[in-house]
């Protein structure tokens, strides 16, 4: 092995730096942490899962939707579709593609990788992440890669029992539902995307849908 001779002048001078790192090192600014449970930090809302999902959610630039029930879903996509003047808005969830089409819902099509202008896309999710207002996504979903992140406006909709109170305990129902057979991506989409890497101005829906609505269904 080549080995590197260091002057004594510099030899001396690392002595030195060594001795002040050793000295002077930084204490953890707050020991205590290690001590408290994690439930116990993650604790103090008197919000339920759903009002504290949509608290964040909307914080993060997302557009909350509450439905008592499938048919106030059918009723507020059929205004927002009216509303926005879209020509396409795609599904890739087979059992709302069929609830939407059992109910006259013809402008909702099933999800098409050539549609590439499509206006929006419905899909589902695994569960929502209440404490941070997040979203996670799987490949085990219909089109689970590509759906959430593709088009411009992206709109999920999911069951009240979906609502879990932190990614801890997502995680845990993740590996309960799948077992050994984990998905091979598990996406934690947390509202529209957004960045500031150019002269740090930030810029919504350049990695991903300039929109994200939710629609929680009360069931």
Not at 89 to 113: A, G, M, W
Not at 190 to 213: N, Q
């Amino acid at each position: 092995m080549q080995s590197f001779k260091t002057s004594k002048a510099k030899e001396n001078i690392l002595r030195k730096i060594r001795k002040g790192l050793h000295e002077a090192s930084t204490p953890m600014p707050f020991p205590e942490v290690d001590k408290e449970s994690i439930a116990k930090v993650f604790a103090g809302s008197d919000m339920s899962p759903e009002e504290r999902f949509a608290t964040e959610f909307i914080k993060l630039g997302g557009k909350f939707v509450f439905c008592e029930n499938e048919q106030e879903l059918l009723d507020d996509l059929h205004v927002l579709y009216d509303q926005r003047g879209w020509q396409q808005l795609l599904c890739s969830e087979q059992r709302l593609l069929n609830v939407f089409q059992n109910n006259k819902l013809d402008f909702v099509q099933q999800v098409d990788p050539k549609a590439a202008g499509a206006d929006a896309c419905i899909t589902s999710c695994e569960m929502l992440v209440a404490r941070t207002g997040s979203v996670v996504f799987s490949s085990k979903e219909y089109h689970g890669r590509v759906a959430p992140v593709f088009y411009p406006v992206h709109i999920i909709v999911a069951y009240a029992h979906q609502v879990v109170d932190d990614l801890q305990q997502g995680i845990t129902l993740m590996k309960e539902r799948y077992g050994n057979n984990l998905p091979s991506m598990i996406n934690l989409n947390t509202g529209p995307s957004r960045t500031a890497d150019i002269e740090k101005t930030l810029v919504v829906g350049i990695h991903g849908p300039k929109e994200v609505f939710c629609f929680l269904i009360n069931s």
